[in-house]
Nanobody, 115 residues
Framework: QVQLVESGGGLVQPGGSLRLSCAAS????????MGWYRQAPGKQRELVGG???????NYADSVKGRFTISRDNAKNTVYLQMNSLKPEDTAVYYC?????????WGKGTLVTVSS
């Protein structure tokens, strides 16, 4: 069984930074894709970005140049460095693991960008 645990959310002022972490445990195989999604109040969940086990990344246009995804394969951990945060980045951020034909999700961590 796979478990994902996020950490690092909180309240930050516009223009500030936060770093989210997601640790995966369980039956993790080396070839997978880890990433982040977010869901703002009243909106659908959307992709923020992802990273393959080989380090290839992709990002939503709305976060390109501001957010960076990285991972530590030895620790089965993925990170989301968020810079130049905007109020519209406020959302619950969910960690996602794509492993073979399955999707696994964390419980989410709230990021609030407000002055």
């Amino acid at each position: 069984q796979v478990q994902l645990v996020e950490s690092g959310g909180g309240l930050v002022q516009p223009g500030g930074s936060l770093r989210l972490s997601c640790a995966a445990s369980g039956s993790i195989f080396s070839i997978n894709v880890m990433g982040w999604y977010r869901q703002a109040p009243g909106k659908q969940r959307e992709l923020v970005g992802g990273i393959t086990s080989g380090g290839i990344t992709n990002y939503a246009d709305s976060v390109k140049g501001r957010f960076t995804i990285s991972r530590d394969n030895a620790k089965n951990t993925v990170y989301l460095q968020m810079n130049s945060l905007k109020p519209e980045d406020t959302a619950v951020y969910y960690c996602n693991l794509k492993l073979r034909a399955s999707d696994y999700w964390g419980k989410g961590t709230l990021v609030t960008v407000s002055s």
